[in-house]
């Protein structure tokens, strides 16, 4: 049996992969953005072992869901499936950052850094993310994002990069990063043409499975198959600027 967190677990694809894995025997704990949506989650979920909560659209309850996480023990795997779409392009936080950087990029960054190192990494990006810039000079500077123009697509590179660079730095982990598809959840919408069941089939075979094609590192997968991604989130370089912007805007080092 598998210990496996999930962020974005109160529904979509987070919750439909919590309870295949509950069904597979495996202990999950759930994550939820506040209370109300934590007890709905925990009545959705039978057999869920815990629901934590955090709004990962700010940095200092990020860094404190990763301490509640840690006071559970460790996990033998990590789901970063938390993210958003649909918020507007001039939303901007307390922290004053845009929403879309702080839940889709940051959030992923802090948590993979402060919650005890896990067997396995399961990042979840986007085919979008081919459009995404990887110019990383045009990322925010500390709290001076307000006037940032960050992208859903560029989110959605920086969980790839952030993937990959994990892969380089923690040869004792496998991290990879997933494109769920275009599927018919709240996110992707009613009209979405993709099959929800390989949404999110992905994420818990990379999670469990001791299957050699799923005990890999440093790949980006699409329904079980490695897909082609940008060729830009391999390079060291771009990684390690990445990682020094998400370190300087949160106060966060990745050891």
Wanted: hydrophobic share 40%; glycine share 8%.
């Amino acid at each position: 049996m598998a210990r496996i967190f999930i962020t974005g677990s109160a529904d979509g694809l987070g919750q439909l992969a919590a309870k295949a894995l509950i069904k597979q025997g495996h202990q999950v704990v759930l994550h939820a953005r506040n209370a109300e949506r934590a007890k709905r989650a925990f009545d959705k979920v039978p057999g869920a072992g815990d629901v934590l909560t955090a709004d990962l659209s700010s940095i200092d309850e990020t860094k404190a869901l990763a301490s509640k996480v840690n006071a559970l023990g460790k996990f033998d795997a990590v789901i970063h499936n938390a993210g958003v779409y649909q918020v507007s392009r001039n939303s901007v936080h307390a922290d004053g950052l845009p929403v879309l950087f702080v839940v889709n990029s940051l959030a992923p960054y802090i948590l993979t850094c402060l919650i005890q190192k896990p067997e396995r990494l399961i990042y979840l990006s986007s085919g979008m993310h081919l459009q995404g810039d990887p110019n990383l000079d045009r990322l925010p500077v500390g709290t001076q994002g307000r006037n940032s123009h960050v992208t859903y697509s560029d989110t959605k590179l920086h969980d790839v990069i952030l993937s990959m660079a994990i892969a380089r730095k923690w040869t004792d982990v496998f991290a990879n990063a997933v494109d769920p598809g275009w599927v018919p959840t709240k996110m992707g919408g009613a009209g979405a043409p993709d099959n929800i069941e390989k949404g999110f089939q992905t994420q818990v075979w990379l999670a469990v499975s001791n299957e050699p094609e799923a005990r890999v590192s440093g790949y980006y997968f699409h329904h079980k198959r490695q897909a082609h991604y940008l060729p830009a989130a391999k390079d060291a370089g771009a990684q390690e600027q990445f990682l020094a912007r998400c370190e300087q805007i949160t106060g966060v080092l990745l050891q």
